[in-house]
């Protein structure tokens, strides 16, 4: 009698035993279904923008199916593409097992191991972890920064350059700027709320202009700076505390060609500034204080604020507007306002440590933030490509 579907076959083994072959293909061929369908889910999920929570999934699947860890032997949280993984057994070998295998993971942006430190008894320094709403998770290394960096302020340690437009009581000039610099955090302690912590890093940064009007665009002036930053967020507070060097030298060329009198320029300085956020803006207020100075005479005193704005995070679906405004005061030149502005459009990952490209317009009205020029007056207006990693 004829039948529909699939027909059994049988096979006779050596001791004379028949089995069934027939539902032997079914299952395989139900078996490639499922790992099509799989595989398309994946895909489908990886054309799209990769939330927090799938990739916490995902990366939480990898570890227990492939590296065959047991749930309990670790902690991981996902913020904003950053993972952060703390491990019970820290050893050397299984924490490169780790980046090798996450590493490559589509929407990682990035990941941080932290190691699990030992109960021990309750001491004083139980009391200020909850004060600052830190845990004892420590993170070696950490990706970017707590403290948001300054967007519109000129002396902000980051890798950029620009064409301005200077004006002076002594002439007009087309100068080229650019800057060399960046934060490195260096150790992190998490704090009870991802993204959430106090962090210690080392900031160093260079400030150059030239002169594109001279023959050869002379160098004008460079400054250099080199600093301790310790920064705290809880919430939408945030703060850094820092204390750093910053000397400034003038460019060979210039001085054969104009020989100006030639100021020695260095200093310490310790500086405080806290921040709030709401919604998409941001505001900060904070100071500094010179610890030694040259030349000596200069008054120690300054006052730093200024507000920003985030745009949207999906403008015309590759990126979003931004802008800040930040001003300074400074005792030495009588409390008078500098103002610096800057707005445009920046595509990539919003936070310190993710890679990022920033097209900004930008201006300037005061004293010369140019150490060798801090007693000139100038006003500038430019368009400057500022690069985050």
Not at 43 to 68: C, I, K, M, N, W
Not at 107 to 121: M, T, V
Not at 153 to 162: E, H, K, N, Y
Not at 270 to 292: D, Q
Request: aromatic share 10%; hydrophobic share 35%; proline share 5%.
């Amino acid at each position: 009698m004829g039948k529909t579907g699939h027909t059994q076959q049988t096979i006779t083994t050596s001791s004379g035993e028949t089995r069934a072959t027939g539902g032997t293909r079914s299952r395989v061929t139900m078996q490639l279904a499922v790992a099509c369908s799989l595989a398309a889910a994946v895909a489908t999920a990886q054309a799209e923008p990769v939330s927090d929570e799938f990739l916490q999934g995902y990366l939480a699947a990898v570890l227990e199916r492939s590296l065959h860890w047991e749930r309990g032997s670790y902690a991981l949280r996902v913020v904003q593409g950053v993972a952060t993984l703390t491990l019970n057994n820290g050893t050397a070998e299984r924490q490169a097992q780790t980046l090798r295998t996450l590493r490559g993971i589509e929407g990682l942006q990035d990941i941080n191991i932290a190691l699990a430190p030992e109960q021990s008894s309750p001491t004083s320094a139980t009391g200020i972890s909850e004060l600052l709403a830190v845990t004892t998770e420590m993170v070696p290394l950490p990706a970017g920064d707590l403290f948001r960096p300054l967007i519109a302020d000129p002396m902000q340690p980051q890798f950029f350059l620009s064409y301005r437009r200077y004006r002076s009581a002594d002439a007009d000039l087309d100068i080229g700027a650019v800057g060399f610099g960046e934060s490195f955090g260096v150790y992190r302690q998490q704090g009870q709320r991802p993204g959430d912590g106090i962090q210690v890093s080392v900031a160093g940064g260079l400030f150059a202009q030239f002169d594109l009007g001279a023959p050869s665009s002379d160098l004008v002036n460079a400054d250099y700076t080199i600093g301790l930053p310790l920064s705290y967020r809880r919430g939408p507070y945030s703060a850094r505390l820092r204390l750093y060097h910053q000397s400034s030298h003038l460019g060979d060329e210039y001085l054969l060609r104009v020989q100006p009198a030639r100021v020695n320029l260095s200093y310490e300085a310790l500086e405080a500034i806290a921040s709030k956020e709401w919604g998409g803006w941001r505001g900060y207020f904070g100071g500094e204080y010179l610890l030694r100075r040259e030349p000596a005479n200069l008054d120690r005193s300054s006052l730093h604020g200024g507000v920003e704005l985030y745009g949207p995070t999906n403008f015309w679906g590759i990126g979003r507007l931004l802008g800040g405004l930040d001003l300074k005061s400074f005792q030495e030149h009588g409390w008078a306002l500098d103002v610096s502005a800057k707005a445009g459009f920046e595509i990539g990952h919003p936070d310190p440590g993710g890679r990022r490209l920033r097209l900004m317009g930008e201006a300037f009205h005061g004293y010369a933030p140019h150490g060798q020029f801090y007693n000139e007056r100038i006003r500038y207006f430019g368009l400057g490509l500022y690069f985050g990693f």
